[in-house]
């Protein structure tokens, strides 16, 4: 059988300009820059400030990589948005792309909400669309998130973990062999804002979803690989969600993985939820680290609980 896998054309990101360091946040609640760097890995994040906004990040993304695709517009025939924390419930950042990039009115435009899992989510969903659509051969995929906005700054549990950005990708399908796993189980531990919550911000279980997090990632990289018919010497790079730096040794280490092929950027840019994927893809191409052909598994976790994993290659 010949599998239809998914190769990333281009990649754009987008951060806010605002850097909250962890002695920023020391200095309106107790905690301090050891605790956070020992427990988290995290030094500073990214906090949007006058007009920025996830729309507005989203959008900057997504332009980038539109650009540097270099692709005719017309052959967008997706557009979907990774994110829990868009300008509006509704309506979509993506609908909100539209116009703005210059893109058909006559395609699907849709917001994709699994947390932390969303990147991973939305590109099998992508996939799905362009398998049955192949006139238009190119989708593009962006994970954006304010999270900024929904952190209590009483609560030193969430708020040091937490920030802003966005990263986007061009993709089309190529042949290849691939795999997805996607997975939800019920639980409040993570939760923010609706109309049973007893709060607008977010809430979590820190401890719980740690435990979570260190077990369900080697079921999904394990999972993954298996049915990709792949071992982890074939994977370039492991592009894990960046909730905590702990997590990623944690599994790193139980699992005998090599660690330099787990990017990071956790200590600059904090947890961004559904978009620390793709930001992280983009940081790699902009520092020339990705390859023709390269493989990589790309891991996210988190409120659902959530997990989504898949195999992606690099143009
Ligand atoms: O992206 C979605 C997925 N999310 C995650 O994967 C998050 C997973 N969980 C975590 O990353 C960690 O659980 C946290 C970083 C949120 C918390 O780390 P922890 O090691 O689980 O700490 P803890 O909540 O058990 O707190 C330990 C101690 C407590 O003090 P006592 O009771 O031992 O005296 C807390 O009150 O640290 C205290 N503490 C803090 N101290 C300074 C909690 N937060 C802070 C803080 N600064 N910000």
Redesign the pocket.
Known sequence: MIMKSVQIISTGLSLPSRAVTNDDLAAIE???DE??VK??GIRERRFTEGEESANSLALRAAERALKKSGIDRKKIGLVIVATLSGDYSTPSVASQLQQALGLDKDIPYFDINA??SGFPYAIETARSFLYANPERPYALVTGVEELSKLLDMTD??TN??FGDGAGAVVIRLVEGSYASVLGAQSSLA?NCMGAKSDSSYIR?D??E??RF?VRILPHMINTTLEKAGMTYDQIDWFVC?Q??K??IDHVVRAMKLPGEKFYCNIDRIG?T?GASIPICIAEMEEKGLLHSGEKLLLLG???GLTWGSCIVSYR
């Open positions: 107790d905690t301090n605790w956070i427990r988290t947390a932390c030193r549990s040091i973990l993570i979590m820190g401890k979803v740690f997090a969600h909730a905590n702990r997590i947890n939820s976790f988190g409120s």
